[in-house]
């Protein structure tokens, strides 16, 4: 996708919460030629890009099949992905998608740029957007596994409120601060919720490592911006906190502090990594912290760097 000029953009689900960040994110980059979309709810709104702004258009299956965009970025909900991907698709158009609606199919890369970046050249329309816990966690996993190898993970996550749209934003700042509490409002598929499944399974397909043992624990907490994640790594080989640490802090896109907070995270485009020590219950083991601005790495951003990857000319699909 070429900066500044030719590419046709269209943001769909532009008045969300990923949906605005995509959109601040691409006029800060340089982009012009960029429509926002979103229901028939929000038609005869506008949305701000950069110092101008934008009609929202409603996302018609028709709309988007004119071929007038060469990538659009979806940040809807899957179910709505999985209506309109196909008709964008048949319109010509790179579908970079931000919903679970396509991440653990076979055929459609799933890509974080500082892991598998090279698979997002193998799309045939559609690219996936990992699981915003995903993303910082892989980037985080996978310089110790080049050096070390992974024999297996657990990850208890500390999820924002922005994780889950606008809405629960919403919610948030109308509460008071004696009324604030975690929050497991994922779907429970019985035995665990499906966040903590998604985290398992994108992991491995990303990695390319399928029978990776990995476990998660995600719970929703009183902030607004930020996702955080205790992570604890065996590796196959014996890795020193002071290597590990060398290694975090020359990975691409992982930025090596102390303490990392929500708030130190969040409106910055690093993965930031700290408390990075000897997992104290045994075996070769390590323990870290991760936080990330989901909205940006954990979403917009890891989509846009995606998009930059692929050749400046339309139909690039392998
Ligand atoms: N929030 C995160 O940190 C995060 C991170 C990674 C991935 N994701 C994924 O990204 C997607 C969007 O999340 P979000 O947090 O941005 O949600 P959100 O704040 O609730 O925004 C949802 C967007 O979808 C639009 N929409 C709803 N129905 C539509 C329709 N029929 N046609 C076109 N647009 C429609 C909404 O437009 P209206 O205003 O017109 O209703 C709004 O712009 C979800 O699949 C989510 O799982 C989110």
């Not at 994110?25 to 012009?32: D, I, K, N, P, S």
């Not at 459609?108 to 910082?136: K, M, Q, S, Y």
């Not at 657990?154 to 994780?163: D, L």
């Not at 990594?273 to 991760?290: H, N, P, T, Y």
Request: glycine fraction near 8%.
């Amino acid at each position: 996708m070429t900066r500044n000029g030719d590419s046709r953009i269209g943001v769909v689900g532009a008045t969300g919460a990923v949906g605005t960040v995509t959109l601040s994110l691409l006029a800060e980059r340089g982009y012009e030629n960029v429509r926002a979309f979103a229901s028939a709810r929000s038609a005869d709104c506008e949305v701000t890009f950069g110092r101008r702004r934008l009609p929202v258009e409603e996302a018609t299956p028709e709309v988007l099949a004119a071929g007038d965009l060469d990538v659009c970025f979806l940040s809807i909900s899957a179910s709505i992905s999985r209506e309109l991907v196909p008709h964008a698709i048949n319109g010509g158009t790179v579908c970079i998608d931000k919903s679970a609606a396509f991440r653990l199919e076979p055929e459609v890369p799933l890509v974080v740029p500082e892991v598998n970046g090279d698979r997002a050249l193998e799309h045939d329309g559609v690219i996936a957007v990992p699981n915003c816990c995903t993303i910082p966690l892989t980037c985080a996993l996978e310089p110790l596994r080049k050096a070390a190898g992974i024999a297996r993970v657990r990850v208890a996550t500390y999820q924002s409120a922005s994780g889950a749209g606008t809405q629960a934003m919403e919610r948030l700042r109308a509460k008071r601060p004696e009324d604030l509490d975690l929050a497991m409002d994922w779907d429970f598929g019985g035995e665990e919720f499906d966040e903590e499944t998604k985290i398992r399974d994108e992991t491995r397909k990303i990695m390319e490592l399928p029978s990776l043992p990995i476990s998660a624990t995600c719970v929703r907490v009183p902030v607004l911006v930020g996702h955080a994640e205790a992570v604890w790594v065996e590796t196959e080989q014996p890795l020193s906190a002071e290597a590990a640490r060398d290694l975090l802090a020359q990975a691409p896109g992982v930025r090596l502090v102390e303490a990392p907070t929500p708030a130190q995270a969040a409106g910055t485009d690093d993965v930031l990594v700290g408390r990075v020590r000897i997992d104290r219950a045994g075996g070769d083991g390590l323990s870290f912290f991760i936080v990330c601005d989901n909205l940006r790495k954990g979403a917009a951003l890891n989509a846009i760097q995606i998009a930059e990857l692929l050749p400046a000319s339309r139909a690039v699909a392998a």
